[in-house]
DNA sequence: CCTTGAGCATGACGCAACGTGAGGGTTTAT
DNA sequence: ATAAACCCTCACGTTGCGTCATGCTCAAGG
């Protein structure tokens, strides 16, 4: 039930150092301590480890990865629907180097000096680390928005925190029934629903309109987001863009 | 013809200070300096750059990195194929990773609480890097053989590395000929042409009987190596290896 | 019972591979 | 000829651990 840092360790494929590293900075802190201070790791710890891990894998920066896992609103399984896409990319990226190496095999087999010196460097970086700035820092993560949302969280107490997740799942479900009932994302109906929706983000933050057209396009391009909605219905993150788009046309 | 640092970095996808760095260490130093001191590459600079890349992307550091480009032995091509071997290997396990969420979701998806701790990190690195340590220090890196090698390949004249050259090309293009014909690797004729390969060898460093038969091994195992006797003829790293083998037994 | 070897803990320093300015020339386009 | 865009060389900062050093802990065997 218990594990050892060794053990887990082991299990994992890191170091004993790293598991150290990562409860020194709190990204990973074993459930107990025995009574002579050994670090003690539960079940919760191997899920949390392996999110850390597909993050990591993934090229996130441990503080990052803290910052994720540590969202009020963190969903586990979302976030594996999201590692899964972002792996795809990956693999798609690493088919893309190897069939860089053989039209460079090609060419200097061919005997050709000449070989253009786009298609030499093609499935290399240019996106994979860039990507978690732009995410973050265009969308989410350092934004006053975020930051203000962090904030007004952790003033709040369990039980409203409760009511609100509650009322966040009630909106979304309503407006997973109106797409599936076929409104249309500009219609009447639907406006009210996204003010509704609006109404619960102010538990958060302030929205302007625009905010709220981002959000909505956040809700289509980032996995993370993507995948929690997909969870919910199918097409949900499009139709909410679409929904929400049309709610902030009508406010500007 | 000639491109500046901020030119290549944006074909490579890799930034200036990165090319700072490169050329500072002596990883990739610019062809040429323009008279006002800016940096200028040529075309072999980008081979080696995209060379540097797969090296980089396959998790190897830039010292090793800097010690394969600087080989006299080094052999662009079959650096390539083993690119793509090794490649080939992490789509490998990034598949076994996503086969890892997938299972992973179902044990959370199906409520149970029991998940296997060993199936919870299948295909987590535990090769990856670790590879690299073992290659280089078990077979090659810094053996004293090699070191010594290194010494001696220094001293040799331009001609007389050219004559070692061509003489190594013979004698494996004969074994690969001897192969062809079927003759068995530990015949006579077969060890007539080790003991040549071995005077070859000698040229480098003194080999004794164990460690002839430890290079046959690497042949097959290290995709370096591998790759350049592929491409001579198929199957001539295994023809090599038994080769070496049976010539070592004859000598212990 | 006690010792011994494997395991654990906490510092503390080290290192690779750049990121990030600072301060100051160069080139090119208008 | 002047601004915008690049380039150069220091030089210090950062991330994510690796690698000791020093000392406690614990199960197994003599």
Redesign the pocket.
């Known amino acids: 039930m218990n594990y050892?840092?060794?053990?887990l360790a082991g299990l994992a494929g890191?170091?004993?150092?790293?598991l150290?590293?990562?409860?020194a900075i709190g990204l990973l802190a074993p459930a107990r301590r025995?009574?002579?201070?050994?670090?003690l790791y539960g079940p919760e710890d191997l899920l949390r480890l392996q999110q850390i891990l597909f993050y990591?894998e993934l090229e996130m920066?441990?503080?990052g990865i803290a910052r994720e896992l540590g969202r009020p609103d963190f969903d586990p399984e979302a976030a594996l629907v999201a590692h899964r896409a972002r792996l795809e990319e990956k693999l798609g990226r690493l088919r893309r180097l190897v069939a860089t190496i053989d039209t460079t095999l090609a060419r200097l087999g061919g005997g050709e000096r000449e070989l253009k010196p786009e298609e030499l460097y093609e499935g290399f970086p240019k996106e994979t680390a860039e990507r978690w700035e732009r995410e973050a820092a265009e969308n989410w993560g350092d934004t006053d928005a975020y930051r203000e949302s962090r904030k007004r969280v952790a003033r709040m107490s369990k039980e409203r925190w409760a009511e609100v997740k509650a009322e966040g799942g009630a909106v979304d479900e309503a407006l997973a029934d109106a797409m599936r009932r076929g409104v249309a994302p500009g219609s009447a109906e639907a406006l009210v629903l996204v003010e509704r929706k609006v109404a619960h983000l102010r538990n958060f933050y302030e929205p302007s309109p625009e905010l709220v057209k981002g959000l909505g396009e956040m809700y289509v391009q980032h996995p993370e987001f993507r995948a929690h909605y997909e969870k919910q219905a199918p097409g949900l993150a499009e139709y909410l863009r679409d929904a929400m788009a049309a709610w902030a046309a009508g406010r500007a």
């Open positions: 050892r840092v060794k053990e890191v170091s004993v150092r790293t150290h590293h990562y409860d025995s009574p002579s201070g050994y670090r990591r920066p441990l503080e």
